[in-house]
């Protein structure tokens, strides 16, 4: 079976060949590092082996989790935020039906919604609104277990879901992914006696997609989880391959600094294919979290073609020339349509007629590389042959290998977030939570000023 390919062609006219090469060494040393665990965040390397070590057993545990959800639930709403949020979203999205929302549901097919992941006061009331009349279940995730957005929401959600199917319903339809000790969604989900499961104290946020954060709610959408996790592990496999011209985890990171070395500051992520947008999401967060640290680390961004051509296309082609395109590239896509002819021709667009849609999509992301390699953005090209759960496991692998190397090359800690606590520090003072007295003091003092 074919794997995702990467393809840096495209970037070698802005930096040297010779030069990448002389990455070979470090990259080396560095999938080293992450193997025998002696560099920096050594403690959240729970993700590199992730993929091999998950057991039918666990596998068949979230299924049957999964399945009293389906049974019993007409709407799932899954509760969290970052990486208790964005890859569960990024390969439900991927994998839905994009008018799912609109057609009629069948029994044992909840719709899933998300919530938890902002402070909206019309989200939560119109979520809430919605799920007046209906069958809901939670999953409430957080690792540490106290994070307000997600807390907030699950407060909200709890009490209808109480209220609403009685005790004991709730209990078979609330389910808990959380610290296995820590933490108030771990005290909450022992005492209500809720089914939880824990995220491994090794593996971060935004590296935990396959672990139950990921898993469970990709389940109950009725994703085959088993062929999630095989795409990893095979990518787990590819990844390890110590010559970087065969490992397109190394090529990458390694390609990616260079071109960061150059003056491209900001990366641009790019799908030509909708369903997509989430996964973006979760590879902002992966690498944004990870190297945008120390005052260094590529700017990653994120844009859905052809729609962002329209918009964002001409900063693109001639802006500030400090950024790079990697584009995510379906070779397949799942469903076949033809352009129709038509005898007026009134719209001139014959020249397409008995056209497959997808050879002008392709004929559209040949054009724009072409003209923005012109223009002065170097492209990379990661393909992907079809979009199912075994090729998302393996670019959910794959980008996760190359983060972990890229952070090392940056010589920065990828697997913390130190800088994510300052907004949360101030926000608790200004709500004048129980603990923040001192610093509560200071910002009105500096507010008042
Ligand atoms: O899973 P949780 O503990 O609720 O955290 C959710 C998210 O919030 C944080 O502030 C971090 O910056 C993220 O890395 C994390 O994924």
């Known amino acids: 079976m074919e794997n995702i390919k990467l393809n840096i062609e495209k970037t070698l006219d802005f930096i040297s060949k010779d030069k990448l090469t002389t990455y070979e060494s470090k990259v080396k040393t560095y999938m080293d590092t992450l193997e025998q665990g002696t560099g920096l965040g050594n403690d959240f390397l729970g993700w590199l082996h992730l993929p091999s070590s998950i057991t039918p057993e666990h596998l068949a545990d979230l299924k049957a989790t999964a399945q009293v959800l389906r049974d019993n639930c007409d709407v799932v709403v899954v509760a969290g935020i970052g990486g208790s ?200 967060q992966l690498y944004g979290e990870s190297e945008g640290k120390d005052h260094k680390g590529i700017y990653p961004s994120s844009v859905d073609f052809s729609t962002d051509l329209h918009s964002m296309g001409q900063w693109i082609q001639e802006g500030e020339r400090t950024i790079f395109e990697t584009v995510v590239s379906v070779e397949t896509p799942n469903h076949e349509l033809h352009v129709p002819a038509d005898d007026e021709n009134l719209d001139g667009l014959n020249f397409l007629a008995g056209k497959r849609v997808d050879e002008v999509n392709k004929m559209a992301e040949l054009g724009t590389q072409l003209a923005h390699v012109d223009g002065g953005v170097p492209n990379l090209r990661v393909s992907v042959p079809v979009l199912n759960e075994y090729y998302l496991g393996q670019l959910i692998y794959f980008f996760e290998k190359a983060c972990g190397i890229s952070g090392y090359l940056l010589e920065i800690n990828p697997f913390n977030q130190p800088g994510v606590e300052a907004y949360k520090k101030n926000m608790f003072a200004l709500l004048n939570k129980p603990g923040y007295e001192e610093a509560s003091k200071a910002i009105r003092a500096r507010l008042n000023k």
């Open 85 to 284: 949020y964005l890859g569960a979203r990024a390969v439900i999205e991927a994998m839905s039906n994009s008018f799912a929302w609109l057609q009629e549901k069948k029994a044992g097919e909840p719709t899933i919604l998300f919530a938890g992941h902002n402070i909206g006061e019309d989200y939560l009331f119109e979520l809430t609104s919605f799920l007046k009349d209906k069958k809901f279940g939670v999953i409430n995730i957080s690792k540490s277990g106290t994070t307000t957005e997600t807390a907030l929401a699950f407060r909200l959600l709890k009490k209808q879901c109480e209220e609403q199917r009685g005790k004991e319903m709730a209990r078979k339809v609330i389910v808990a992914v959380t610290d296995a000790k820590k933490g108030a969604a771990r005290i909450t989900a022992d005492k209500e006696g809720y089914k939880s499961f824990i995220i491994p104290d090794n593996v971060g946020g935004r590296f935990s997609v396959l672990t139950p954060v990921g898993l469970l709610p990709i389940a109950v959408a009725g994703l085959d989880i088993e062929q999630l996790v095989a795409g990893a592990r095979k990518m787990e496999e590819v990844c390890a391959n110590p010559n970087m011209e065969e490992n397109p985890a190394a090529l990458y990171a390694a390609t990616r600094n260079e071109l960061y070395q150059n003056g491209k500051k900001i990366e641009i992520l790019v799908n030509f294919q909708p369903k997509l947008h989430y996964f973006m999401e979760w590879w902002k």
